[in-house]
Every structure is written in structure tokens, then in C-alpha cells.
């Protein structure tokens, strides 16, 4: 199993562009969740899924959106970049017992200037 | 609301015991993580507790009091690989599998 991986590893973006981050899991996990992580600081939930179709806000959503299509795939949508979502973006997935751990993507490195 | 404090940073000698301290204030309370985060890795998962009391792990324990709303990492026997940032999550109740995260404590192993 490859786990959860993301794509691109690195990005920088100017003001106002939009992007796609990827993140794919091959471990069959229902719940899938988006974080940031700004320097020197824990995670911040952006939006989660519980099931393919499904999606709900998290801590900090705005300038985001989601889509659930597949139980794999969780990609996040960047529309107008602003300098302040400069931040690492982790991807994690989880099983659906209350009890189960999170296993982070490898994360993805996002400068906007 | 939800509040998770630790400390930033801390310093620790190789073959030293460390405790990593983690106090918390959530709306609700269903389980406390710990993860270890290598610099410009991704969170790595080391403990779970739910119940009050202490969870070993190897080189690892955890210690969770939720009357106090206070957990513990113990890092024995220092390696020099042990130098990362531990982070404390909580879920709080009737959160789903949602987490939230404190800060993180930046530990760095000294020989």
C-alpha cells in the first residue's frame, strides 16, 4: 500500500491564481481530512469527509473547496491564492471508528506571492 | 471552544527522560493523540488514551487525567532521532473522527 500520497510535493503560486492540490488514499478509509500547517504551528482542520459525497467545513475553510467523488480521492481547490494561505497542506484519512488513528500525506509546500 | 496548550520548546540530553506536557479545554472529551512530527515530515502516530492512566509503549508512555484535562508524553532513554515536534490532539465529543491540535512542543536531543 502506498498509504496517502499528495501532489506536488512543492508549489509556489502568484496572487489570485487557483490550483488543485491532489490527495489519493489506497487503504479503503472513509473519512478524509485537509489540514494546515503554518511555521512552528500544529494543524488546523480546513474541511473533512466522512464518505465519498459527503464533505463538511472544518476550522478554517474560507478561500477553500472540497469534492468527495470517490471513496480514494480528496482534492483541494485553491480559487484566487492569497499571500495568507502560504502553508503546508497535509492530506490524512482515516477509518470510521471513533478509536482510529489519522495517517498523514507527505504534504504539500504552497508559497503565494 | 477549544484550547490545547503545551509547551513551544524543550531540550533534552541523549539517554535523559523527557516529559512533554499537554493541558486541554474542549467541548467534550473522546480520546487524546499523540504525534510526532519530523522537521518537513508528516505527522507520525504515537498514542492514543481515552481512559485515565498510563499507556506504555516501548520507549514511549502517555498519561491521560481527564478530571484535569491534562495529558503527558514520557520519552525515555533519548535518541538523538527523537529530536521533532510532538503534537497533542483532542477529540472532542460528538466530533466524528475530527481532531483539533495544539501547537506542538519543538524537542530537541542533545548529546
Known amino acids: 500500500n502506498a498509504g496517502v500520497t499528495q501532489t506536488p510535493k512543492f508549489r509556489i503560486l502568484k496572487i489570485g491564481q487557483s490550483m488543485t492540490l491532489q490527495c489519493t488514499q489506497d487503504?479503503?478509509?472513509?473519512?478524509m481530512y485537509w489540514y494546515r500547517q503554518d511555521p512552528g504551528m500544529g494543524l488546523k482542520l480546513i474541511y473533512y469527509s466522512v464518505g465519498a459525497g459527503i464533505t463538511d467545513k472544518g476550522e478554517v475553510p474560507n478561500g477553500y473547496n472540497v469534492s468527495r467523488s470517490t471513496t480514494e480521492d480528496f482534492p483541494l481547490r485553491l480559487e484566487l491564492a492569497a499571500p495568507s494561505q502560504t502553508s503546508v497542506y497535509f492530506c490524512a484519512s482515516s477509518y470510521d471508528s471513533s478509536t482510529d488513528t489519522q495517517y498523514f500525506g507527505p504534504g504539500t509546500r504552497l508559497t503565494v506571492l | 471552544g477549544q484550547n490545547i496548550d503545551q509547551p513551544t520548546e524543550m531540550t533534552a540530553t541523549e539517554g535523559a527522560i523527557v516529559q512533554i506536557n499537554c493541558t486541554y479545554q474542549t467541548s467534550g472529551f473522546n480520546g487524546l493523540f499523540w504525534y510526532q512530527q519530523h522537521a518537513g515530515e508528516a505527522p507520525t502516530f504515537l498514542s492514543y488514551n481515552v481512559l485515565d492512566g498510563l499507556e506504555e509503549k516501548g520507549r514511549f508512555s502517555s498519561f491521560l487525567s481527564r478530571s484535569k484535562g491534562y495529558s503527558y508524553l514520557l520519552l525515555k532513554e533519548l535518541q538523538m532521532k527523537d529530536s521533532a515536534s510532538y503534537l497533542c490532539a483532542v477529540r472532542p465529543h460528538n466530533a466524528g473522527n475530527m481532531l483539533t491540535f495544539g501547537g506542538g512542543t519543538r524537542l530537541m536531543v542533545k548529546p
Open positions: 487503504m479503503n478509509h472513509n473519512y
